[in-house]
């Protein structure tokens, strides 16, 4: 493992070149070991590199099919390539063999609502907001989800609870202020944070659009 270790160490220093080449010594030295090409995969994955990564961590699946992390990093460039299908699939085989972390459940729920299984994400964002509580992206991505779902309430208290932790969070008001507007008759509740949304963010184009419609009575009143 010294030479995985060593290889580590540079990529935490930002060393990739040393990197790969502590990896491919690794590899070299105990080729029936997943880990070196598991290594291999997250360096070239973290330089964009899909091509030369996505082999890698293939390899680290046929030497050790539960290596959990290789399934999580493969999952993690079929998510970037947009074959969210194959992306769920693998990180829920990243899951079962023991990512049991708030990233996997939080990326495989996304893959199954860009897969249009919204029902079917919800348990994995809920999941993921349970572990990192304080992540204010995963609150966001789940009370959107909850909204998209017609959960109104729910979806508004996760909105509230960002902009409590977060007051300057522009897209948790434009949400407030969008779940105000289509599900309750606070018109003056949904003005106020969507005015606020593009306060924050001038270049929040929907949240301006929307509070335009309201206040000239083009909302179906």
Same mark, same amino acid.
Not at 102 to 116: I, N, P, Q, T, V
Not at 123 to 147: F, K, M, T, W
Not at 160 to 174: G, L, M, S, T
């Given at each position: 493992?010294?030479?995985? =270790?060593?290889?580590?160490?540079?990529? *935490?220093?930002?060393?990739?070149?040393?990197? @790969? =080449?502590?990896?491919?010594?690794?590899?070299?030295? !105990?080729? %029936?070991?997943?880990?070196?090409?598991?290594?291999?995969?997250?360096?070239?994955?973290?330089?964009?590199?899909?091509?030369?990564?996505?082999? /890698? /961590? *293939?390899?680290?699946?046929?030497?050790?099919?539960?290596?959990?992390?290789?399934?999580?990093?493969?999952?993690?460039?079929?998510?970037?390539?947009?074959?969210?299908? #194959?992306?769920?699939?693998?990180?829920?085989?990243?899951?079962?063999?023991?990512?049991?972390?708030?990233?996997?459940? /939080?990326?495989?729920? &996304?893959?199954?609502?860009?897969?249009?299984?919204?029902?079917?994400?919800?348990?994995?964002?809920?999941?993921?907001?349970?572990?990192?509580?304080? !992540?204010?992206? @995963?609150?966001?991505?789940?009370?959107?989800?909850?909204?998209?779902?017609?959960? /109104?309430?729910?979806?508004?208290? =996760?909105?509230?609870?960002?902009? #409590?932790?977060?007051? %300057?969070?522009?897209?948790? +008001?434009?949400?407030?202020?969008?779940?105000?507007?289509?599900?309750?008759?606070? &018109?003056?509740?949904?003005?106020? +944070?969507?005015?606020?949304?593009?306060?924050? %963010?001038?270049? +929040?184009?929907?949240?301006?659009?929307?509070?335009?419609?309201?206040?000239?009575?083009?909302?179906?009143?």
């Amino acid at each position: 493992m010294e030479y995985n =270790e060593i290889g580590i160490a540079a990529l *935490q220093d930002g060393q990739y070149e040393k990197a @790969v =080449e502590s990896f491919v010594k690794a590899v070299e030295q !105990d080729p %029936d070991n997943a880990v070196g090409y598991i290594n291999l995969g997250n360096v070239f994955a973290s330089l964009g590199d899909a091509e030369k990564a996505e082999p /890698f /961590f *293939q390899k680290a699946i046929t030497l050790d099919a539960e290596a959990g992390t290789a399934y999580y990093g493969l999952a993690n460039l079929y998510y970037n390539k947009e074959r969210y299908e #194959e992306a769920s699939k693998l990180y829920e085989t990243a899951i079962r063999q023991g990512v049991d972390e708030a990233d996997a459940y /939080f990326m495989l729920g &996304k893959s199954l609502e860009r897969s249009d299984n919204g029902k079917l994400a919800l348990p994995y964002l809920q999941r993921a907001a349970e572990l990192a509580p304080d !992540d204010l992206e @995963v609150r966001l991505s789940y009370g959107i989800l909850l909204a998209n779902l017609e959960l /109104f309430k729910e979806a508004g208290d =996760e909105f509230r609870y960002i902009i #409590e932790q977060d007051p %300057d969070n522009a897209d948790a +008001h434009y949400n407030l202020g969008f779940l105000y507007a289509v599900s309750t008759d606070r &018109k003056d509740d949904a003005l106020q +944070h969507l005015e606020r949304a593009f306060t924050i %963010d001038p270049e +929040h184009v929907q949240a301006r659009y929307i509070f335009d419609m309201i206040q000239m009575g083009e909302n179906g009143q």
